[in-house]
């Protein structure tokens, strides 16, 4: 991502600060304002109003309390402008599709108002990356049905319709070459999804144009089963 978009495509040099802690939900990556917005999230973090009292206990890692990351990570980088987000997270998640998309647009819009340099009419990007694909999470014996991640995936595409300024950088095509182990979470050849997004990054991260959007199905018709793509060549099936 970093050597793509310095190698052209944009007109200033490109700096990457990257903020991360593998294994955590969006809920310590949210602030209290933003997790009282979200009912199914808010109770994990009214008993802790004060912040003095954590229970490590209960939340396991540290780092995965409710607000832990936003307060730790992000609240000192505010005074910083910055160009647009890149997201990557959902593992911890994913089987709460149903209310992960009410967070993730709770969480940009805090984002937004905290990173904001005053400026009119300024919409910062946001970039989300497709939740990988992963051998666990669609085995029905660890207790998660296969469905599932089609429903995330669902979920992220659609956030494309309510925000502004949102778009996704697809893995769902991407060959599953791994490691050693059977069953990661993540790709282990990480250059597609770097340069995806830093095509996404160099077309504005707003376009609907972005060559690597994914395909979204916009018309239905009884005669014929029509789907057409944002990118894509029409594709009709009689």
């Not at 802790?48 to 832990?68: E, L, M, P, R, V």
Request: with cysteine; net charge negative.
């Amino acid at each position: 991502l970093y050597d793509k978009l310095n190698q052209g495509g944009v007109e200033c040099p490109i700096g990457i600060l990257a903020i991360t802690r593998g294994a955590t939900g969006i809920e310590s990556w949210m602030s209290r304002e933003s997790l009282d917005r979200v009912p199914e999230f808010r109770d994990t973090v009214k008993p802790y109003a004060d912040f003095t009292n954590w229970n490590s206990s209960i939340f396991g890692d540290k780092a995965n309390q409710a607000t832990a990351m936003y307060n730790n990570y992000l609240f000192p980088c505010f005074s910083l402008n910055i160009g647009g987000i890149l997201w990557y997270q959902g593992e911890n998640n994913y089987n709460q599709y149903a209310v992960y998309g009410s967070a993730m647009k709770e969480m940009i819009r805090d984002y937004r108002e905290k990173f904001a340099s005053g400026e009119a009419d300024e919409v910062i990007p946001f970039v989300n990356f497709q939740l990988a694909p992963h051998g666990v999470w669609n085995d029905p014996a660890n207790g998660y049905p296969q469905e599932l991640l089609g429903y995330f995936w669902d979920m992220q595409n659609a956030l494309r319709r309510e925000i502004d300024a949102y778009s996704i950088v697809p893995v769902y095509d991407l060959p599953l070459d791994y490691a050693s182990d059977n069953s990661p979470i993540h790709p282990y050849d990480k250059w597609p999804l770097g340069a995806r997004a830093a095509d996404i990054v160099c077309a504005g991260a707003t376009t609907m144009e972005s060559p690597v959007w994914t395909p979204t199905g916009s018309r239905f018709s009884m005669e014929q089963t029509a789907i057409t793509f944002p990118t894509l060549s029409r594709m009709v099936s009689n």
